[in-house]
């Protein structure tokens, strides 16, 4: 799955000379998080519910300054910024001008590994440069929620459930082949042998717990700390 099959197409835009108050006003019509800055057809920033956190409209400006004066004398540029952020009337004076972006057919997996390695909550997607949609967080979460209706399960019988878990668990590390084995009976999945810890019995639940057509899982291995206290 990719950009392109979760992201939201009709994007809300503003200029750069978009009052602060209107976007703030679509954000809240809209209950959306944040609008992509367009001029001339191409983004040039992004302006965000943070953006819009430290105002001197509603008394929040100060809350944005250091607690440590010794901070603000060695950094007298951070205050002229803030004063910036928390006083202009325009959204190019505000909006994040360095925006992560992503293509039509960037991977999805990739899209979650930028919202946590950025700490940002959405990212505009660009087609030659043109702006053709926006992929949030809660595109992510509907694309979970609609996982499970679009998965394939045609074929449920224990030999294909137990071949697709198989599968799964030969290209786990945590999995020993050696000590485990798997058997399916009437959709119930049965683990045999020793495990190394529980973390390994609750994975491998994890896994049976993903292939369709899985009723239960039935995990009768035992730790190997107790296998040895037995002998």
Partial sequence: ???????????????????????????????????????????VGIVSEADLLHRHEIG???TARSSSWWLQLLSPDRSVAEYVKSHATRARDI????????????????IARLFEKHRVKRVPVL????????VSRS??????????????????RDGAIRTRLSTELERQPWWRSTTSTVAVTDGVVHYFGTIDSEDQRQAARVAAENVPGVRRVEDHRLPIAAMAWSV
């Fill in 1 to 43: 799955m990719k950009a392109s099959d979760i992201m939201t197409s009709q994007v809300i835009t503003v200029n750069p000379n978009t009052a602060v108050r209107h976007v703030a006003a679509l954000l809240f019509k809209h209950r959306i998080s944040a609008v992509p800055v367009l001029e001339n057809g191409k983004l």
């Fill in 127 to 134: 087609k030659s440069g043109r702006l053709v949609g926006i």
């Fill in 60 to 62: 929040t400006e100060g």
């Fill in 95 to 110: 909006m994040t001008k360095d925006v992560i972006s992503v293509a039509p057919d960037t991977p999805i997996a990739q």
């Fill in 139 to 156: 595109n992510l979460v509907q694309a979970l929620a609609a996982s499970g209706r679009s998965m394939n399960v045609s074929d449920t």
